[in-house]
């Protein structure tokens, strides 16, 4: 029985990992949940999952949780410290790494120390803290097994001891204004931004996918993941949301993956990876695709993109900064601050304004986050 801690638990991914684990009676024991502020949720979680630690990293929230659970032998911990010290006191074989943000940046480097394997949804981990990622994975020897569609996708594609690999093609559903012009898309609402075609996920990832944003961070991350340079990973827009993403290999072949737009697939296979195994979700029907389209996406519309990829070459610091910077724009859009474009603008003004250096340690990495939040929120305020 593998024994799970899942961090961000009340999220989409976190709900969603324990559709698969419902799914797979008797393989998998929750013995740790973490989520911020839905105690509700994570309440009614532990109930029916009896893990040995709940963390809940929003105060007010570990206060009514703590009021209302009745249940005596369940050890109830707060904040980041609350997590850090769950993987440290409860042994568990893996952790699902869903929590939103750059928070989930120090516990994901915890789990890597302590050699537990690591289910990874949180793609400003490897954005931001892609190099002390990779120096604490080496070190312990502990498994990164992508959540991701597309990365889960790429993974699965990528043949073992393969030395002819020569592109990764990954692709995006082009959000909801694919067609757009730039005029509607000045124009565009946060309620049409929250508003995905094909998949259901939280607030920041769907405005991140609106802005092609989030196909940027998985660029980002797909580099370092799969250690496949940026002039070979080609961003392919595919409205359908068919194909998760395809390897093209020298000799011409090109291996695709195919499946449902459904996250507990790629879930479920970073959870029982090495084997693949059945399960009671909807099967993909060949017969009702009406058609399968793929388009280069328009990097003048969609600035995100572009910049993404330049900061990725440029390395360093420079996606920390880019990362930063656009959780606070998403968050300015939300809160009606900032305009649907300005979201791009704001995050490119703030890396233009920094001087990449080499990422020393997480502290660090913290300094550098806050800074570019700062810078950001400045731009906010001088524009409102």
Known sequence: MKRLAILGATG??????????DAFPGQFQVVILAGHSNWQLLL???????PSCVIITEPSAYEKFKQENADKQLVVLCGMSGVLQALEQFPVDMMVGAMSGAAGIEPTLKALELGIDLALA?????????????????KSGAQILPVDSEHSAIFQCIEPNSSCLHKILLTASGGPF?????????????????KHPNWSMGQKITIDSATLMNK?????????????????????VHPQSVVHS??????????????KADMRIPIQYALT?????????????????????????????????ALAYDVGRTGKSAPAILN?????AVAAFLQDKIGFMDIPALVAQVVGCHNPIEIESFAHLIELDQWARQQAWQYVQQHQ
């Open 12 to 21: 989409s991914i976190g709900t969603q990992t324990l559709q698969v684990v």
């Open 44 to 50: 009614r979680q532990a109930c029916q999952y009896h």
């Open 122 to 138: 949180n793609k400003e981990t490897l954005v931001s803290g892609g190099s002390l990622v990779r120096r604490a994975q080496q």
């Open 178 to 194: 694919r067609t757009w012009n730039k005029e509607q898309l000045s124009q565009v609402t946060k309620e049409q931004a929250l």
């Open 216 to 236: 940027g961070l998985e660029v980002i991350e797909a580099n370092w993941l799969f250690q496949v340079d940026y002039d070979h990973i080609q961003v392919l």
């Open 246 to 259: 395809m390897v093209e290999y020298g000799d011409g072949t090109v291996l695709a993956h195919l499946g």
């Open 273 to 305: 990876w090495p084997q693949r195994q059945g399960n009671p979700f909807p099967k993909l029907d060949f017969t009702q695709l009406a058609g399968l389209e793929f388009f280069a996406p328009d990097y003048e519309k969609f600035p995100a993109l």
């Open 324 to 328: 930063g910077a656009n959780e606070v």
